[in-house]
């Protein structure tokens, strides 16, 4: 018997349908009525850009939570807004991590892995996804300030400040966040009763920078727009 082709199309549909059926959904109701088709399968290029975006908003809520730990008085609000920051950004991660399964080259997720790594204390991991954003997207400006507070958390100062110089030259506003995140270093570490030369060696460099910012304030770039896939 000869068998007619069909279209990959409707192949699809029909393995749909059948497996909505055995599972129990989809089809034609029992009594009659009109057949519901199945939605349609995303693209792992779809699927990856849902994920990301998953992650975006996970990401701004344990930021939020973050900030609020931060400004808490009492310990008991502290610790739990910090649990459950820790858990969101562990979340976001996890979406960033499934987009990448399914866009390997979307240097935006590996940017975001950094930044959640890096929230999360791993420091080498998120200097890796950094690196591995920059590699992918060299000009990225965001991940050079990410991966510059990274360097920080490490205490690789020269790093940090080699960063530092490329964003004041591409990124002006983004040069800006990593002083101050280079000012905090400073602070938490004399606070904690740590004098050490290096630490006031970039005290100095700091001021130093700090001047020259301010007195070529209007000759600054633009600041990048933060990706978000639509």
Do not use: H
């Amino acid at each position: 018997m000869r068998i007619a082709a069909i279209g990959l199309g409707v192949l699809v549909v029909a393995l749909g349908s059948g497996a909505a059926l055995a599972a129990g959904g989809g089809g034609a109701p029992s009594g009659g009525g009109s057949f519901q088709m199945p939605e349609r399968q995303l693209t792992p290029e779809e699927q990856a850009k849902q994920a990301y975006n998953q992650g975006v908003r996970a990401v701004k809520a344990a930021d939020k939570l973050s900030k609020s730990a931060d400004e808490a008085k009492d310990e008991k609000k502290k610790t739990k807004a910090l649990d459950k920051a820790k858990r969101q950004y562990e979340n976001a991660r996890g979406y960033f991590a499934a987009a990448l399964q399914r866009k390997a080259d979307m240097y935006e997720a590996w940017n975001y892995v950094g930044y959640t790594s890096r929230k999360l204390g791993e420091y080498e991991k998120a200097l890796q996804s950094y690196n591995e954003a920059l590699r992918l997207n060299p000009s990225y400006a965001e991940a050079i300030e990410y991966r510059g507070e990274a360097y920080l958390g490490l205490n690789r100062i020269d790093d940090a400040k080699n960063a530092y110089m490329q964003l004041f030259q591409s990124s002006r506003p983004l040069a800006d966040q990593l002083m101050a995140a280079m000012q905090k270093y400073v602070s938490d570490r004399r606070a904690a009763g740590n004098a050490a030369p290096e630490v006031d060696a970039l005290a100095q460099w700091i001021d130093e920078r700090s001047n020259i910012a301010r007195q070529t304030a209007s000759l600054a770039p633009d600041a990048p727009a933060v990706v978000r896939w639509n």
